[in-house]
């Protein structure tokens, strides 16, 4: 079994849970189709900042 060979301190385990306590994730709403997606990410449609990227389903 590992045994760790130092202590953690405080100061590294409480940045070791930082992310525990992240708020949700900022949204956009994409100018064309007005559907609401993660920031700097393409919208379920295909778009991003108002051109589109990527080829969809519903396109073909």
Not at 12 to 28: G, S
Not at 34 to 56: D, F
Request: no cysteine; net charge positive.
């Amino acid at each position: 079994m590992a045994v760790q060979q130092n202590k953690k301190s405080a100061s590294k385990r409480n940045m070791h849970r930082a992310h525990d306590f992240l708020t949700d994730p900022p949204l956009a709403v994409e100018p064309v189709t007005g559907e609401v997606h993660r920031r700097h990410h393409i919208s379920p449609s295909g778009y991003y900042r108002g051109k589109k990227v990527v080829k969809t389903k519903a396109d073909v």
